[in-house]
C-alpha cells in the first residue's frame, strides 16, 4: 500500500525545528565563559526540556520532546540530512528496498476523498479485479472520510497472509467489498519495449536493489529482438542506490572512472571495465532526475558514451549514509559528495543535456522523439 507522491518526495524531504526565545520561567545555572570546544552540559539540556515539558500550555511528552531535541540537531546540516522516527525510518527502509507488504496499490487525496491511482499489476488488488480511478470507502468497516492517506495506509497495512476488507466504488456504481490477503511485493523499478525496428525502450524509476538485475533481464529479452540501439528513459527517476547507479552504469560506460565520491578525508573512484558498449545510447533527463540518476548521465556524458538529452537536472550531488539506532529510528547523514568522471560538481546545479528539448503540457513527448530521431539517422 504506497501513497505514490510519497515516495518520489521522500528524497527530497526538509523538516525544520524552529525555536523560539521565551523568558525563564525556572531558575537555570550560570556558567562562566566556555571556549570553543568546551562540551554541551547535558544537565543544562534536562533542566530546559524539564522547563518546557512543565510550563507549556498542551500536554506534551518527554518521548515527543526527545525526537524534537533530535531532530534540531539537523537544523544547520543540509536538507538530506535527517533523523527518523521507528515508524519514519520503516517506511524509509521500505521505499528504498522496493519491497513492502500490502495490497499492491497506490493512492491519492483528491477532494476529500481516497482514489486508487495505480493498482500494481499482479498485486492482490489487481488480481481481485481493483482498478485505477477506483475509490476507497471504508477498510474492514471503518468508514474513511476524511481521512488522510497516511491514515488511510495505516489501516490498510499490516502482516503478510493476514486479510483485509476494503470497500470500493467505480464511478456511480453500487459500492463493492473485496477482502484481500495481505501479500510481500516488489516493486518494478523498469519497465521496457522494443520502438522503431531496432531500437530498446527502458524506463527506470528509481535505484532499489533490484534495479541492475532488472536492466540486465530487460537487456537480455531486447536483445533477443535484434536491438542495436537504447532509450534509457531517467525522467523523474529521484535516484536511490549508489552502488546501482554504479553498476547499472557498467553496462553502458566504457572503460575508466564512472563517478568520484569525494569524503571528509578520502576520495573514492569507481570504474567500468567494459572494453566497448554494446548499443547507442540516449539517455533521457527532467528537472526531477536526481542524485543517482545524475550520476550516471554524468557519466555518459564525460564519458561520451551516449547523448543525454531533456532539460537540466536537479542538482543533487550528494551522497547519505543510512543509520539504524538502538530504538529502532534512524539517521539520513550525507557523508559525501560525488563528482563526475571529469570532476565536475553538479550538487546546485544539475546535468544540463547535451540537446535540451522540453516537453509542452498536453503535448506529444518530443523528447522521446528526439531520442528516437538521434538513433535512426
Given at each position: 500500500?504506497r501513497?505514490?507522491?510519497?515516495?518520489?518526495n521522500?528524497?527530497?524531504?526538509?523538516?525544520?525545528?524552529?525555536?523560539?526565545?521565551?523568558?525563564?520561567?525556572?531558575?537555570?545555572?550560570?556558567?562562566g565563559?566556555?571556549?570553543e570546544?568546551?562540551?554541551?552540559?547535558?544537565?543544562?539540556?534536562?533542566?530546559?526540556?524539564?522547563?518546557?515539558?512543565?510550563?507549556?500550555?498542551?500536554?506534551?511528552?518527554?518521548e515527543?520532546?526527545?525526537?524534537?531535541?533530535?531532530?534540531?540537531?539537523?537544523?544547520?546540516?543540509?536538507?538530506n540530512?535527517?533523523y527518523?522516527?521507528k515508524?519514519?525510518?520503516?517506511?524509509?527502509?521500505?521505499?528504498?528496498?522496493?519491497?513492502?507488504v500490502?495490497?499492491?496499490?497506490?493512492?491519492k487525496?483528491?477532494d476529500?476523498?481516497?482514489?486508487?491511482?495505480?493498482?500494481?499489476?499482479?498485486?492482490?488488488?489487481?488480481?481481485?479485479g481493483?482498478?485505477?480511478?477506483?475509490?476507497?470507502?471504508?477498510?474492514?468497516?471503518?468508514?474513511?472520510r476524511?481521512?488522510?492517506?497516511?491514515?488511510?495506509?495505516?489501516?490498510?497495512?499490516?502482516?503478510?497472509?493476514?486479510?483485509?476488507?476494503?470497500?470500493?466504488?467505480?464511478?456511480?456504481?453500487?459500492?463493492?467489498?473485496?477482502?484481500?490477503?495481505?501479500?510481500?511485493?516488489?516493486?518494478?523499478?523498469?519497465e521496457?519495449?522494443?520502438?522503431?525496428?531496432?531500437?530498446?525502450?527502458?524506463?527506470?524509476?528509481?535505484?532499489?536493489?533490484?534495479?541492475?538485475?532488472e536492466?540486465?533481464?530487460?537487456?537480455?529479452k531486447?536483445?533477443?529482438?535484434?536491438?542495436?540501439?537504447?532509450?534509457?528513459?531517467?525522467?523523474?527517476?529521484?535516484?536511490?542506490?549508489?552502488?546501482?547507479?554504479?553498476?547499472?552504469?557498467?553496462?553502458?560506460?566504457p572503460?575508466?572512472?564512472?563517478?568520484h565520491?569525494?569524503?571528509?578525508?578520502?576520495?573514492?573512484?569507481?570504474?567500468?571495465?567494459?572494453?566497448?558498449?554494446?548499443?547507442?545510447?540516449?539517455?533521457?533527463?527532467?528537472?526531477?532526475?536526481?542524485?543517482?540518476?545524475?550520476?550516471?548521465?554524468?557519466?555518459v556524458?564525460?564519458?561520451?558514451?551516449?547523448?543525454?538529452?531533456?532539460?537540466p537536472?536537479?542538482?543533487?550531488?550528494?551522497?547519505?549514509?543510512?543509520?539504524?539506532?538502538?530504538?529502532?529510528?534512524g539517521i539520513?547523514?550525507t557523508?559525501?559528495?560525488?563528482?563526475?568522471?571529469?570532476?565536475?560538481?553538479?550538487?546546485?546545479?544539475?546535468i544540463?543535456?547535451?540537446?535540451?528539448?522540453?516537453?509542452?503540457?498536453?503535448?506529444?513527448?518530443?523528447?522521446?522523439q528526439?531520442?528516437?530521431?538521434?538513433?535512426?539517422?
Amino acid at each position: 500500500m504506497r501513497n505514490k507522491n510519497h515516495i518520489r518526495n521522500r528524497i527530497f524531504q526538509l523538516i525544520l525545528a524552529t525555536i523560539i526565545s521565551i523568558s525563564t520561567l525556572l531558575p537555570l545555572p550560570v556558567y562562566g565563559e566556555a571556549g570553543e570546544d568546551t562540551p554541551i552540559d547535558l544537565v543544562y539540556f534536562i533542566q530546559i526540556m524539564d522547563l518546557v515539558k512543565n510550563n507549556y500550555v498542551h500536554d506534551i511528552g518527554e518521548e515527543q520532546l526527545i525526537q524534537g531535541s533530535i531532530k534540531g540537531l539537523f537544523y544547520y546540516l543540509d536538507e538530506n540530512s535527517d533523523y527518523y522516527t521507528k515508524e519514519e525510518f520503516h517506511q524509509l527502509l521500505e521505499d528504498i528496498s522496493g519491497d513492502f507488504v500490502g495490497i499492491g496499490i497506490f493512492i491519492k487525496e483528491e477532494d476529500g476523498q481516497i482514489i486508487i491511482t495505480e493498482p500494481i499489476k499482479d498485486g492482490p488488488a489487481y488480481k481481485a479485479g481493483i482498478r485505477s480511478g477506483d475509490m476507497i470507502l471504508a477498510v474492514d468497516g471503518q468508514d474513511i472520510r476524511g481521512l488522510s492517506t497516511k491514515e488511510v495506509v495505516d489501516l490498510i497495512k499490516g502482516e503478510a497472509n493476514t486479510k483485509v476488507n476494503i470497500k470500493v466504488q467505480r464511478g456511480k456504481g453500487e459500492p463493492k467489498d473485496y477482502t484481500l490477503t495481505r501479500e510481500s511485493i516488489r516493486i518494478k523499478t523498469v519497465e521496457y519495449k522494443k520502438i522503431n525496428g531496432d531500437i530498446g525502450y527502458i524506463r527506470l524509476s528509481q535505484f532499489s536493489q533490484y534495479s541492475q538485475g532488472e536492466i540486465k533481464d530487460a537487456l537480455n529479452k531486447l536483445d533477443k529482438e535484434n536491438i542495436s540501439s537504447i532509450i534509457l528513459d531517467l525522467r523523474g527517476n529521484p535516484g536511490g542506490l549508489l552502488e546501482e547507479a554504479v553498476d547499472i552504469s557498467r553496462l553502458f560506460i566504457p572503460e575508466g572512472p564512472i563517478v568520484h565520491i569525494k569524503y571528509k578525508d578520502n576520495m573514492v573512484t569507481y570504474y567500468s571495465t567494459l572494453k566497448k558498449p554494446k548499443y547507442k545510447l540516449v539517455v533521457l533527463v527532467d528537472e526531477n532526475s536526481a542524485s543517482a540518476s545524475e550520476i550516471l548521465a554524468g557519466a555518459v556524458q564525460d564519458r561520451k558514451a551516449g547523448t543525454v538529452v531533456g532539460v537540466p537536472t536537479y542538482g543533487k550531488g550528494t551522497v547519505q549514509q543510512l543509520l539504524s539506532l538502538p530504538r529502532g529510528d534512524g539517521i539520513k547523514l550525507t557523508i559525501a559528495e560525488y563528482l563526475t568522471p571529469n570532476k565536475r560538481n553538479i550538487n546546485g546545479k544539475g546535468i544540463t543535456p547535451d540537446i535540451i528539448v522540453e516537453n509542452k503540457d498536453g503535448g506529444k513527448d518530443a523528447q522521446l522523439q528526439k531520442a528516437i530521431d538521434l538513433l535512426t539517422k
